[in-house]
């Protein structure tokens, strides 16, 4: 699976609609430290029949790596007059890596990985091996730590953690990953199953008792029944804006000690809680008396 570095300053081809037309903007997708945005080219007649209030999608290809760019919005603009093209800057909310779409992206599954989650889990799933002999040469145990979790109408929800390691000739190095899995019932469109995914991460700000950024998100979709060759694969999801909030490093003031045998009881009430809004702060209150 690639990075979001691998496609950035390079030249690629990508595509949009206008006026029901498929229009090619070669172009580069460039960091401004800010957000990324598309800059590119494009013939004056076709740029006039933009829409400059309804964002367009959009899609392509860098170095071999299939993008999509979603709610694309026209940021600025340079024309010399002696040209038949003008100098433009996209402005994308969300950048998929990993599959081309013209059309709407459909979501089997969704995770997420946030780093802050590991001060919510009670132990560590690795844990160190101080009385290493020739018989248990290992430095670490991986002690299988028990899956968090629950079932409602949209889909399945697992919450655990792992680990990756990556080593060199002179280093070892692990890395322990909390996540956040979704797989719905039935396939969801690409920003409804942020939304899902987010209503989980709510959940544990509300334990934090601070906030927690959405990051490192990754998708599973299909092609539809009617294309050809439908496979699933897996996408990373990149939200498109920098956020500068800091986040404590310090445990949860809920940790999964107390929540993890009731968690599909805290969720199914945590849920209840978006569709009575008016009764946010009593609902709120429900649901630690019952944790």
Known sequence: MEDLGKV?????????????RVVSLPGTLNDTKKNIVLQCKMEVEWYQKIDH???????????GIPVSLLN?????????????????TFDPSEIVIGRSYSTEIQVSQMSVSISALNYMFSSSPLQSVYNISKDHPSVLNYTFP??????????????YQTFKHEWTHNNISYKILPLIEYRFHHPLEIMDAVAKIAAVRNLFTFFAN??????????????????????????????????????????????TAIFSEKFE?????????YKIKHRFFINLYLLVTFI
């Open 8 to 20: 950035l300053n390079c030249i690629g081809d990508f595509f949009c609609y206008i006026s029901d």
């Open 146 to 159: 028990s899956i968090i979790e629950a079932d409602d109408r949209c889909g399945h929800l697992r919450i």
């Open 265 to 273: 009881m805290v969720w199914n009430r945590w849920l209840q809680i």
């Open 210 to 255: 601070h906030y927690l950024p959405l990051e490192n998100i990754l998708f599973e979709s299909a092609r539809s029944e009617s294309e050809e060759n439908s496979t699933s694969c897996d996408c990373i999801l990149y939200l498109n804006r920098e956020e500068n909030i800091p986040t404590p490093q310090e445990p949860f003031l809920i940790t």
């Open 53 to 63: 209030y309804s964002p367009l999608n959009m899609w392509g290809n860098v170095n």
């Open 72 to 88: 694309v919005y026209l940021y600025s603009g340079t024309h010399r007059h002696e040209g038949t093209c003008i100098a433009l």
